[in-house]
């Protein structure tokens, strides 16, 4: 009994520490912003947390500080998509509400670039079918966000990326998946030498996997 009791405080106190986070960043976000990093590695810690209730909160605080801190958060996305994009590949149908609560925000809220290196290195390959199709949607989200003039300007990191990323997306096996990606092809449709592009690349993906 002691110990079921022990945990149980445990558990309300790391709500109640992610409860204050979310208030604090909600009604005063400039000063979320001097300790930002300790901050979302604490959070992160939780999203880890194999409780759902706690997971739960810690994806939702998240949420939080995207909209709030903006590209305050860009600095550490590589490492909240590594872990944040993941948790959409659980059995959990509450969790990967939340993960796609989250991202979403994270598209609307922080510089485009820095979301589409960060969602790509995380899920565009991730062995669950659930992360890929997420990952898909959300990037298909930012490229109409910013458009197929910045998209296939040629800057790096973004055009050498995406239409790659596309290409092997658009062989998934998951018909969700794939059609996020023609999605994405049509708000680049104008762009006449992108079907060619695409079809090379995905030729290419196709001869080094025989």
Request: net charge positive; glycine share 4%; hydrophobic share 40%.
């Amino acid at each position: 009994m002691f110990v079921w009791f022990f945990f149980y405080l445990y558990r309300e106190t790391k709500m109640e520490g992610l409860n204050l986070i979310r208030r604090l960043t909600m009604s005063h976000p400039e000063e979320s912003t001097g300790q930002m990093h300790t901050v979302v590695v604490a959070v992160l810690n939780e999203v880890k947390n194999l409780r759902s209730s706690v997971s739960k909160l810690a994806i939702m605080c998240m949420a939080d500080m995207f909209q709030e801190l903006h590209q305050a958060m860009d600095k550490d996305l590589d490492q909240i998509c590594k872990i944040l994009v993941p948790k959409g590949g659980e059995s959990n149908a509450f969790i990967r509400e939340d993960v796609d609560k989250a991202l979403d925000s994270m598209v609307q809220n922080v510089s485009p670039q820095r979301a589409l290196c960060a969602l790509i290195n995380a899920g565009s390959s991730h062995k669950s079918a659930n992360v890929r199709k997420a990952t898909a949607m959300h990037l298909g989200r930012l490229v109409e966000k910013m458009g197929p003039g910045r998209v296939l300007s040629g800057v790096k990191d973004i055009t050498d990326k995406i239409l790659p990323t596309a290409a092997r997306l658009a062989l998934d096996n998951a018909q969700e998946t794939r059609y996020d990606v023609h999605r994405s092809k049509r708000t680049l449709h104008w762009f006449h030498w992108i079907d060619t592009y695409m079809q090379l690349c995905i030729t290419t993906i196709l001869i080094l996997h025989t």
